[in-house]
Structures are given as C-alpha cells and as structure tokens.
C-alpha cells in the first residue's frame, strides 16, 4: 500500500514548479507587454519564489520524507507479522523458511523475533543452533526448569528472556 503522505509531497512539489513556471511567464509577459517594468518583474518573483514555492517545495519534501518513513514501518509490521502468523500456525518453522519468506537475513530476522517478544507478542523459545523458532504458551514455560529443547536446567538470563546453558536455546516468556 502506498503512503498518502508521499502522494501528498509530490504533489506539493509539482505544484510548486507549475506556480513557478506560471509565474515565470506571467511576470515575462507583464514586461514584454509594457505594463510592467523589470524591477517590478523582479520583485513580483522574488514574492513568488518565497511565499509561493518555497513552503509548498518544503511541505513537499517533509511529506515525501514522513511517507517514506510509514512505508518503511509498515514493512517491519509486515515481516514481523509474517513470522508470528507462521510461528503461530506452524508450532515451529526454521530461521531458513523465515528468511525465505520475509527476504531478510537472520540478524534482522533476530530483531524482528525480540521486537514481538517486546511488545508481548511472543512467546516461546529459539534454538539459534539448529536454527528453529517455537511458539510455546507462556503458561508453559513460566514455571518451567528445564530446557524445552535438551532439557537442561534453565537459566535467567534477562527480562523475558531466559537461556539454556547447554545448547544456547533462548526461551522468551
């Protein structure tokens, strides 16, 4: 979906260069036909160009730059949904289907998966060496010690977030 913002700014900017174009010629004219003398020309285009062009050149350009800034937002929405809805449905997919499906690398797959878990969307646990991602209800875990994964004795290791020792799987409450 395109950002209406953007459309907004360029918009802006176009009518920008039509008033001055616009004005350009009938400031040309105004001279060429006697009415008008060029020092008259000259501050009628100075007028033009600062009360006209320039704030709708300006306006232009932040719009463009806010709707440039929602599509990317809504990009990180998109692939973070993409994995929750696969997580979710799936019960466990692979960091390789992830990237796959999101066209990201691991790193920022790895950011999108802290995102969710941030801001409560996710729980479950992560094994980075094997490469899987588990959707477990946090009911589940919240009072489990040992590892779903090896079954090793768990370990906090942040908020949220707690670590095997053993075989490195991260378990997001």
């Not at 700014?9 to 008033?19: C, K, P, Q, R, S």
């Not at 730059?65 to 998109?78: C, L, M, Q, T, V």
């Not at 646990?125 to 590892?147: E, H, P, R």
Request: charged residues 15%.
């Amino acid at each position: 979906m395109k950002s209406s913002s953007r459309l907004i700014g360029i918009i802006l900017i176009i009518a920008a260069v039509a008033a001055a174009v616009l004005g350009w010629l009938w400031l040309r004219a105004n001279v060429a036909e006697g009415n008008q003398q060029a020092s008259g020309s000259l501050l009628g285009a100075a007028f033009i160009g600062l009360v006209i062009v320039v704030p709708l050149i300006g306006l232009g350009l932040y719009f463009v730059h806010r709707g440039n800034a929602e599509a990317k937002a809504a990009e990180e929405i998109a692939a973070q949904r993409i994995i929750l809805d696969m997580v979710k449905t799936q019960g466990k997919v692979s960091i390789a289907d992830l990237s796959f499906a999101t066209k990201l690398d691991r790193d920022q797959i790895e950011q999108r998966i802290r995102g969710l878990v941030g801001r409560g969307l996710f729980s479950g646990y992560v094994d980075w060496n094997a490469g899987m991602l588990y959707s477990v209800d946090a009911a589940k875990l919240k009072n489990a010690t040992a590892c779903p994964n090896c079954g090793g004795e768990l370990t906090l290791a942040g908020k949220g977030l707690v670590k095997c020792p053993y075989c490195g799987a991260e378990i997001f409450l």
